[in-house]
């Protein structure tokens, strides 16, 4: 029977992932619209759950390896020089995505996640026997980096296949995997780093990893398999400046949500506000806000658009970071720790968002999101290193306010640029959805 056209048809360039149809039959074998639902679907939210838990869930856990590196326990470095593990850590999964966007469109779904798994435990267990900087950053930041960029695209690109009308939800219900895994894996590090020591904790959280990788590797499947290959980059938006604005500032807004990130349980411990151990619990604290942060706003924005929400919240965002300077008590960092962590939600799980409503064209978006991404990565190297720099290395004469100055400013920043946008998508109206 030949398929009739309407507004719901797929694009004609995809085709079933398990499609052998010839040609001339291909029409009438067009994968139905996406399901929005079902137990299937479902499940995919699932698996990108569990691979946020893992990827982002670990990046965002970089604060408490931060303090621990401080402490000098395992090798003696500047604060700049060991946000530098975090930030190659999430360089690597921002750039990656470029190659593996690509590797996904040819079908090879199963081999990125089965990959992706084994560099991510590979790395934990290799960390688990460093003993040196450089040692450190190759097993944290490259080894684990380059498995969690393999994972993270593919994680991305299989949800719209599977939902449209609730595609928002979907996303912040997968991203808050990230969330989850940012409140459990620093526990496990702290509550059992004394006991068992450096080696064996890393190990236990490598083993975590192992077993709820397991999910995706048995759950994951593609839909639907593009019937070309996305390019790694296209040249077209470099002169659609909507687009080129919009990645230019929130690759601006990274710097600062990294700053935060990377320091706030390091400043707790350094100015004697927490005690050690609440030091590394506003690790959890800041993750266990971003939760919120990262599921009721994306739900949100399938009413509003993603551009009511993204703009207003970098700028709290800097305000919070801003705030930092005046903190003198334990209740005061606790409380900016939540905040800050469920308004920095959306800069995980809103982009994607962003970009689909940014590219008319969605056979180019793909290539379209690889590309923010890749380029946001630059703003993760200038946020954690950066303000190590500003810092300094004297522990004597840290110095705190300028670092919360630098972070406030670049999320402004950002905020401020994707208000301008958010008016000149809707053609500088008010009371629109965009």
């Known amino acids: 029977m030949v398929a009739t056209e309407t507004s719901e048809k797929a694009p004609a360039s ?34 990108s759950f569990c691979i946020f838990f893992n990827t982002w869930g670990v990046l965002n856990t ?11 326990a395992l090798f003696h470095e500047s604060s700049s020089n060991i946000s530098w593990i975090g930030s190659v850590q999430a360089y690597c999964v921002l750039v990656v995505g470029l190659v593996s966007g690509p590797i996904y469109d040819r079908g090879h779904l199963r081999g990125l996640v089965v990959v992706g798994s084994f560099l991510l435990v590979l790395g934990f267990m290799m960390l688990s026997l460093c003993e040196t900087f450089w040692q450190t950053m190759l ?9 969690a960029g393999c994972l993270f695209v593919p994680s991305l690109a299989i949800l719209p296949t599977y939902f449209s009308t609730k595609i928002g939800l979907a996303v912040g219900l997968a991203a ?28 236990t959280i490598g083993f975590i990893m192992l077993a709820t990788q397991t999910v995706p590797l048995c759950f994951i499947k593609m839909r639907v398999k593009p019937g070309k290959a996305r390019a790694i980059f296209d040249p077209s938006a470099f002169t659609d ?49 971003s939760i919120f942060g990262r599921t009721l706003p994306n739900a949100v924005s399938d009413k509003t658009g993603p551009f009511n929400l993204f703009g207003p919240a970098a700028i709290i965002c800097g305000i919070i970071l801003f705030c930092l300077i005046a903190v003198k008590s334990l209740a005061g960092l606790v409380i900016i720790a939540a905040m800050y962590g469920f308004f920095t939600g959306l800069f995980i799980a809103i982009p994607g968002v962003c970009f689909v409503n940014l590219t008319k064209d969605k056979s180019k978006l793909g ?44 999320l402004t920043l950002c905020g401020i640029s994707l208000v301008i946008l958010r008016f000149w998508l809707a053609e500088w109206k008010l009371m629109v959805k965009i």
Request: hydrophobic share 45%; with cysteine.
């Open 62 to 72: 970089f604060g408490i390896f931060q303090t621990y590196y401080e402490s000098g």
């Open 139 to 147: 097993a944290q930041g490259f080894c684990v980096g380059i498995g």
């Open 367 to 410: 290539s379209r999101i690889g590309m923010g991404f890749a380029t946001f990565a630059f703003g993760v190297l200038a946020g954690g290193p950066g303000s190590g720099a500003i810092l300094g290395a004297n522990q004597a004469d840290l110095h705190w306010n300028s670092v919360w100055i630098y972070g406030g400013c670049t």
């Open 241 to 289: 400046w909507p687009y080129v604005f919009f990645v230019l500032s929130t690759m601006i807004g990274f710097i600062g949500f990294y700053t935060g990130l990377f320091y706030i349980s390091y400043f707790g411990a350094a100015t004697g506000i927490a005690t050690p151990e609440m030091s590394f619990y506003l690790v959890p604290i800041l993750n266990a806000g």
């Open 14 to 47: 995809e085709q079933p992932a398990n499609s052998n149809v010839s040609p001339q039959n291909a029409s009438s074998q067009a994968p139905s619209p996406p399901p929005n639902g079902g137990t299937q679907a479902w499940m995919q939210v699932v698996a």
């Open 176 to 203: 808050s995997g990230s969330s989850l895994g940012g409140v459990i894996y620093p526990i496990v590090f702290y509550k059992l780093v004394d006991s068992i020591g450096f080696g064996w904790t890393v190990r």
